[in-house]
């Protein structure tokens, strides 16, 4: 199947001869996500079940802070190289030899990434210094294939040349820092300094090559539905480490005696993924971005830590499993805590997102984010005064169906207001 942008060029004798990359068009209609980025957002799967077993692996050891620390990191990562490619794509896609050729490099760079990120939550755990030596070579893999497509624009673009030279000017300067990080032998505590600094620089990096969201020809439509589909992936590693963790619970050597442990732990993994993509497709991005192009920076970034929420959530399903079978050295409230608090971040992320894109707070949102906060408190307080764990979690998986039953018997038509207002005020 072909891009619908795609004509022949001058290697017109390819199947995906070269085009020039002139840009989209940013209210092209139909667009949707190519099957080049739907392999794309595969390869991110690894990094994100790697991450997430990882952490649940940490925090089961009774290692929380180390787990949460290298976790962030490892999420935070994964979500900037996956934001850089997917705006990029947005905008300047082309789906011919050369551009499936470099997204493909980029591919590679992931999985080197996820071959690393072992080595550096195990550092973490150490504590003597921080391991990113594989991270950082994939990521100089991914940042090569994104610096050339930059330049590729720049060259076949004259209006978005500008734009692409400071793309490929920053992206350097910020991948030679990370260089530096990860093979320079520095104190730990310098280390993190480090990483904080080159961390605000990559969240700078639109900002500094495009000064507002305005800079490329991204198409709202097209990054409400990738980040969506992201979503989803990274929700369905929860399923994926909720079965997995669920495995050894069952009973019996031909796996047919279910305990009530196993069917809470997959009820509350399934249960919580349903919820959790309820909630996440009552907001339509991609109509509000229409709307308010300038706010596409604020949705991009503040998706990061919505990731990081989602994630959490299966890899807390991942220490109850692991908690239930006797596998870990934490408190019961400590595995309720493990999952209530992902799930609770995810949750005030949907709010605060949606608050912030269409500039309006809602009485009503309060009530929900209230009630929700309530039920994701009840279970940890439920499980502190002596309660089934099994049954704590279960209490957890309600809390995303606050704001289903909230949105579909009142909310939707507060939003729907709210959206109609928005065709009739600036940006």
Known sequence: MSDPHHTHGADGNLAHSRVPMTGRDPEEPGRVSSPLELLFDLTFVVAVGTAASQFADMVAEGHPGQAVTAFVLAMFSISVAWISFSWFASAFATDDWLYRALTMLQMIGVVVFSLGLPAMFHSVDEGDHLELRAIVLGYVVMRIAMVLQWWRAARESPQFRDVGMANIRWTVIAQAGWVAIAF????????????????????TLPVLTQGSAGGTPW??????????????IVLGEGVVGTVASSGDLLGGADGTQWSGNAIAVVVAGVGLTFGMWWVYFSTPFGD???HRRSRGYLFGYGHIPLFIGVAGAGAGLHVAGLHLEHHSEISDIAVVLALAIPVGLYLLMVYLLHTLLLSAADSFHILLISLTLAVLLAAVLLSAAGVATAACLLIVMLAPFVTVLGYETIGHRHQRRMLEGLGTQNP
């Open 184 to 203: 320079a032998h520095l104190p730990l505590t310098a280390v993190f300094v480090a990483f904080i600094l080159f961390g605000a620089l990559e969240l």
């Open 288 to 290: 509000i971005l229409v």
């Open 219 to 232: 198409h709202p439509h097209h990054v409400a539905e990738r980040y969506g589909l992201f979503a989803i």
